[in-house]
């Protein structure tokens, strides 16, 4: 099992950043995709879209949050991070961290099979 715990969100104002970080714990070797996920509100959890992923050192980004967001990783404190930059009223959403065993083989969206989720952190943007 693994677990992920996600923290750093906030309300902003449009243009401002957050760094959002997600630690995990347990069997994280076998860990092979990581990545973040969010839910607009009203929407469902079927509904959730893929942010970014990283697999090795290779990352990939939805085409919404490019040139605004990093997904990076600290391997000496199993932390998985996402820089947001430039913030619009439309990145408003609840954001989770997943996990996958599965590669994210040039997906922003982590494998479902063998996924794994966070409990979310909440993110605000105001314009």
């Known amino acids: 099992q693994v677990q992920l715990v996600e923290s750093g969100g906030a309300s902003v104002q449009a243009g401002g950043s957050l760094r959002l970080s997600c630690v995990a714990s347990g069997y994280i070797s076998s860990i092979n995709c990581m990545g973040w996920f969010r839910q607009a509100p009203g929407k469902e959890r079927e509904e959730r879209e893929g942010v970014a992923s990283l697999s090795g050192g290779s990352t990939t980004y939805a085409d919404s949050v490019k040139g605004r967001f990093t997904i990076s990783r600290d391997n000496a404190l199993n932390t998985l991070y996402l820089q947001m930059n430039s913030l619009k009223p439309e990145d408003t959403a609840m954001y989770y961290c997943?996990?996958?065993?599965?590669?994210?083989?040039?997906?922003?969206?982590?494998?479902?099979?063998?996924?794994?989720w966070g409990q979310g952190t909440q993110v605000t943007v105001s314009s």
């Open positions: 997943a996990a996958s065993r599965v590669y994210c083989s040039g997906s922003y969206s982590v494998p479902s099979f063998q996924r794994y």
